[in-house]
């Protein structure tokens, strides 16, 4: 549900976004250069029908991985671990796309579901054995994030390795008839961009209107509860991170058949990956899901409007991920900062577990 | 500070004291006088103020106004106890008082080092000059919760206090600790020492103590100087005069008519405990002998731990998850309903129906019918006359009470056959705990089984047809009800007596 | 001994485990205070970016670097606590936004101090000194090994038995202690939990400091954007494990490292080089279920897992 609060704090955090690229602007090209870095800005995010279906190809996969992670923040499971989820999924697709035989829609439809299945496995085996280890489950999540990406890259260059790519580490490529359809002729918008609207819809519907929604919000708000009530406290998580993993495994998958036709080392895992963009959309609006669309495309703006002042200006490009960075420290300030009064009415916002408590507890509010 | 020659030293004297947080009056005129030597009671109803008054004296509010002087150290041992669970005893008692033996060579000052041989000294000095003795190389973790509460007595002891503030010290202790606990307490005031100990827990203030004082809403409404005490005035003191305090004055004076259609057994555990429609069974033990994992197996939150066969109106469900449990008709009143009972952020609608709705809530194409739930929402609420606005309010904008009536509702509506009752009362207020009581009694009338666990005897007693005690994870037979006295019942909580025999050994792991 | 205990192989082991190993501390500190540091990453890479930048704006070697990367990765920590603690933001969102904020920061600083992207290395850039100990050197292996490594290492190795006894015998310790598992009994005799948990934050950044400026600098001195390669992750995960046994921490670090360092030398026999990337996390998770699974062999497992098993 959008309720004022929040489209005010995406308004809020969307401005104080510019406001920090122009100081960065300001304080590293000069005072003069902010200008044109504006207008390099805004060209890269909707300067012409091809830098805005670029914004769209970029929301696509922040848009499914922030739908992903606020299903799991919503159940109180603070999984990070999308950056592997995306990975494998990525990889899983890839690989299904190059092997599996028959016409191209079938081959696509299949392999991204195997993409889908394959992040949901992934995220639930991490899970999993967070609960056997009693380790926090965020703790565990981080380090698979690395973990997935030297698996993808060990199994892609011991089995899956494309002969002819010499400098790189790449599965072979997809058939071109199996590649996603480019919706704009001459942009690189695909079809995924709608997958990922409709998902998105799908998935707030399933939540808002729905008894398995309403069973994950009122896991999230109390797991003990939820128990008592006959939620089965061992399985249940792990359904969950099954769930929202293949959200974010169907948009490595996506993205395999959308943009890059292979798996490619580098591509979707990594510091700068774009899950990490999509996990600061849920991170920003803890449990929101329809929101999801105006902050996914907000981040894609900035990635792709900073790729638009790098080009024309020559800007760094930490520079987008310094500025999520700062973001998220304001809008989490001034999330922090509302009356309790207001908290209670809201979702329930993510709230730090001790340090030492079971692996797999929810959440609790804050105090 | 007033010295008084010939008299006793008075420790605390407070008048007129009165406190609020924002719109809440806690406090508004509270008088207390402690003179060493004696046992004070502070007694008064969840909410009197009793823990806003000890928190004055001890220092850790300021009141708004009123004359307070304390002329000694005072030491506040807090109902939740505040030892730390990975410290070492000697490290809980220690810690607050570090430097104060802790002084030593120069590196070890700067460095900030503690001395913990002498402070070792220091803390075996006192425990044999009080006679509470503890394990100080223990960590608080591995001892019960009496020898905790031991601990939190030295520790405020070994600062040097004069003056001791029990806060519900006996609310985790059998009758035989209590009487354990007044002895040390009378041998410190023996020695000059005041002591006020702050109860709900009548019967223990008028056998205990030397001068009662009855908080009400925030007042001293009475004073009773010496003994002996009249339960029934303390009682309606308390309450304000209303006439349900008889109840709590003379719990176990009228013996609860026997349960008219006690039929054939609804829940039944391995043929050792059973409860039989129209029947309550209590469970009475002090918190912690295997309570919680006794209705944990039985609810199925913990599958692993025994294989009895467990059989709800005959089926067998030992194999079952929790959901179909409560498929076949079993509830549960979880001991703290604000921690597992409920969800604080949610809605009253989304409390009553939880996370697993009944059929009546469920539509097609798995829908959630929110109109239909409010319904039922509304209807709980007006049943069990919760004070609440709206039911979409959050359940968090309601009082410990209306919270656990919402709760027991909830649990007792369509298709309840067996309700486990943990401490259903606790933290409830006196018309709360007879609104509570009477659903549970309505619930049994019209053909329901309840297990009651409670570390309230009189509670206990005031409600059972049959009483179990549990002892460190073993249950004893069962009595009725006819047969047990209050005294009876103490003697059996003192560790099962002779009983033991009845008890069954335990199995391994 | 072959391959799996040659000197080269441990000697880099040791070294690897000096920076993870500090780390380590400085997340093992504010843990045990309450405060689970999800921005040691963040603050590590802002560390190894300090130990770069402190020697070449300064020109002042390899103490220049240290104090550097400590100062850098102290103000790093420092800001954590003033948002996670004193702005009360939940810590898991500060210590992910830390990490973007070092990631991004370290870019753009690197464009702005160095008019460059990606690596750092120029020839001027002093490593940390080796130090020889006498006898030990002469020592075949060992000498190798233990011998000839930098100042960092000893120091780590030093700090280990230090900081379980400041944590157990000084009253700073008690209260760090206290405030991490009982923050009200803390506050009841009169102790600041934020207060503690600032200290902690700040120490534990000097820290983290140490383990970057070893990072960067115990080999080829040098700054590249994703050298920190998840350590400051792993020490979470080695923080998690010790829990309540501090000296834990010192053979946790080694058998990491052991693994880390085999990753990458794995090529030597002849197996694929991208089992670097698999080995580590193989290792940590192995390290990780080990506890758990001596919990289910030890005879009192039920009684630990579960309090009094009852019998109806």
Known sequence: MIDARRVLTIVLVAVLGLAVVAVLLAALQGVDQVAPGFASFFAGIGGTDTALASTARTMTPILLIAVSASVSIRAGLFDVGQVGQYVIGGLAAATAGTVLPGPGVVVAIGSLLIGALAGGIWASAIGGLAVATRVQLVVLTLIANYFADGLARFITRTTLQDPDAHSIVATRMIPQDAWLPVLIPRTSLHLGFVIAIAVTVVVWAVVRYTVAGHRLTMYGRNPRFATLAGVDSRRYPLTVLLGSGSITGLAGAIEVFGVYHRFQDGTLGGPSSVAWTGLTAAILIPSGLLIMLPAAFFLAALTTGLAGVQRDIGITAGMGTLVQGVLIVIAAVALSRQTPRARTAGRPAPAPPPAREPAMSAVKEES | MTSHSADPPVHVSAVGLAKSFGPVRALRRADLTVTAGRISALVGENGAGKSTLMQLISGDLSPDSGALDVSTRVGLVRQQLSTVDELSLLENIVFGAESAAGTGSLPRRLVGGINWRSHREGVRDLMARTGLVVPLAKPAAEVPVGVRQRVDILSA???????????????????????????????????????????????????????????????????????????????????????????????????????????????????????????????????????????????????????????????????????????????????????????????????????????????????????????????????????????RQPASELSGGNLQRVAVARELGDGARVLLAHEPTRGVDFAGVALIHAQLREFTGRGGAVLLVTSDVDELLALSDRVHVIDRGRLSRSYERAQLTLGRLGELLGGLGHDAAAARPQEGP | MGFWFSADLWQLTLQATAALLFVSFGVYLPMRAGVLVLGAEGAMLFGCFGAIAAQVLTDGGALAGLLGAVAASTCASALFAAVAISGRVNPIVTGIALNFIAVGGTSVLTAVLFAGEGTIVTPSLEPLPRIELPIVESVPWLGDVVSGQTIVLYAAVLTTPLLALWLNRTRGGLTTRVVGSAPAVAVAAGRSPARTQWIALVVGGVFIGLGGAQLALASAAQFSPGMTNARGFIALALVLIAAQRPWLLLPLAITFAYFDTLGFNLQNIGLPTELSGVLPYVAIIAMLAVPSIARRFRPDAAAEAGGSRVVP
Not at chain 2, 178 to 189: G, K, P, Q
Not at chain 2, 275 to 291: D, F, K, L, P, T
């Open chain 2, 157 to 391: 002891l070994y600062r040097g206090a004069r003056c001791l503030l029990l806060d519900e010290p006996t609310t985790y202790l059998t009758p035989r600790e209590v009487d354990n606990l007044f002895e040390v307490m009378r041998d410190l005031a023996a020695g000059g020492m005041s002591v006020v100990f702050i109860s709900h827990r009548l019967r223990e203030v008028v056998q205990h103590c030397d001068e009662v004082n009855v908080l009400r809403r925030g007042e001293s409404v009475l004073h009773l100087p010496a003994a002996p005490f009249e339960l029934g005035q303390i009682g309606r003191a308390m309450t304000g005069g209303e006439d349900a305090a008889g109840d709590v004055a003379d719990p176990v004076g009228a013996a609860r008519p026997a349960a008219g259609a006690a039929g054939a057994p609804i829940l039944d555990v391995g043929g050792r405990l059973w409860v039989r429609s129209g029947e309550i069974v209590g469970i009475a033990g002090v918190s912690g002998n295997g309570q919680n994992e006794l209705l944990d197996t039985i609810a199925g939150l913990e599958r692993d731990a025994l294989h009895l066969p467990l059989t709800i109106d005959g089926r067998d469900v030992s194999r079952s998850s929790t959901r179909s449990r409560r498929a076949a008709g079993l509830r549960f009143i979880p001991e703290s309903v604000k921690e597992s009972g409920s969800a604080p952020t949610a809605s009253i609608t989304d409390n009553v129906i939880s996370a697993v709705p009944p059929p009546s809530v469920r539509g097609r194409f798995g829908l959630l019918r929110r109109a239909t739930a409010d319904h039922l929402a509304q209807s709980l609420v007006e049943r069990a006359r919760v004070v609440a606005s709206s039911t």
